[in-house]
């Protein structure tokens, strides 16, 4: 009897360790895998960036399609900013990203934003940086446009558009040759001379129909082919061309818009308000063979304009 009541004590001694261990090794197992409390997750935020607009110009210029800003501003932050131009935008969904098709035509027109240190990227891991942003506005009647960023910085710039003291030459704008300019009403450039002494000149008779009109064997028939550009929305209109040969001292007046030759459009009494190519006709008297290498001095007046406007064609 006290052998098989020793057995039992040691079979139940050996139960009661091996639900122990198994206890302690659940415990242990899942006590294991909780997570640390002292690794949270962070969730990344905007940057708290400021800005201040320093300054700015806008430019409505006669030789595009589009007014613009050229805009100086300071970003700064607490901690080192890494955002593109991409998230700056104006009020008519133009991204400063997105603005080549504007440049372009600058470019085209010999206007270079290089020349007012334009930014197109901006810098990267900085705390502070100031640049100068090109800001091109769709709608040219709009007399306020504002620039905003797209991350929750409430930045938000409102640029009054009424007064445009930007100028063409803030661009690196350069006339081209021979052209006359008052640069506020016209653009005149003499392209070419013509001499037209062989072909018929007609001339507009009141019931419609043209007839063809004779002049004397001393009279060369001259056209004078020049380029007018209105400038500020100004409708041109020519009122008459003068054309001066200077050695012989010969002077003579345009032919009045009832004149033409086929081929040769005249552009005297016409309303220009775009840029436009046209030629002004002379009937001039010698018995020389050409004038067309004689000292001649071209001469024309506008409408509303008193003074006549002088170019030299030939010196």
């Known amino acids: 009897m006290k052998r098989n009541g020793f057995i039992h004590v040691l079979i139940w001694t050996l139960v009661i360790l091996l639900i ?29 960036i400021t800005a201040t607009i320093e300054g700015y110009t ?18 700064t932050s607490e901690t080192a900013m890494v955002f593109g131009i991409d998230q700056l935008v104006t009020s ?13 035509e600058l470019l085209s027109k010999g206007l270079f934003l290089s020349y007012q240190m334009v930014d197109f990227e901006l810098p990267r891991n900085k705390e502070s940086f100031s640049v100068n942003l090109f800001i091109p506005v769709k709608n040219p009647e709009i007399e306020e446009i504002t620039l905003t960023t797209k991350f929750k910085s ?3 710039f409102d640029i009054d558009l009424t007064f445009a003291q930007g100028v063409k030459e803030m661009l690196g704008y350069v006339e081209e040759p021979g052209v006359i300019t008052d640069n506020d009403t016209y653009k005149l450039k003499v392209i070419g001379l013509e001499d037209l002494t062989s072909y018929p000149v007609m001339r507009k008779v009141d019931d ?24 500020n929305n100004t409708t041109l209109v020519i009122t008459q061309g003068r054309y001066r040969i ?5 002077t003579a007046l345009s032919m009045t818009k009832e004149y033409y030759v086929e081929g040769f459009s005249n552009i005297v009494s016409l309303s220009i308000t775009n840029p436009s190519e046209g030629y002004l006709l ?22 509303g304009l008193a003074e006549w406007i002088k170019i030299t064609i030939i010196e």
Do not use: H, W
């Not at 409505?60 to 613009?68: D, Q």
């Not at 009109?213 to 400038?231: C, E, R």
């Not at 200077?246 to 010969?250: A, D, E, F, I, L």
């Open 154 to 156: 409430n930045i938000k």
């Open 246 to 250: 200077v050695t012989s001292g010969q």
């Open 282 to 303: 002379f009937d001039v008297y010698s018995t020389e063979l050409s004038l067309l290498d004689q000292n001649t001095i071209f001469e024309v007046r506008f409408e």
């Open 58 to 75: 806008v430019y409505k210029l006669s030789e595009v399609s589009f007014p613009f800003v050229i805009a100086r501003i300071t970003f």
């Open 208 to 231: 419609g129909s043209s007839e063809e009109v004779t002049y004397p064997s001393t009279a060369k028939i001259y056209a004078v082919k020049i380029s007018v550009t209105p400038l």
């Open 92 to 104: 008519e969904q133009v991204s400063l990203a997105q603005t080549q098709v504007y440049q372009d």
């Open 20 to 48: 122990v261990g198994l206890t302690y090794g659940v415990f242990t197992l899942f006590n294991g895998e909780k997570d640390p409390v002292d690794d949270p997750i962070v969730i990344p935020k905007d940057p708290a």
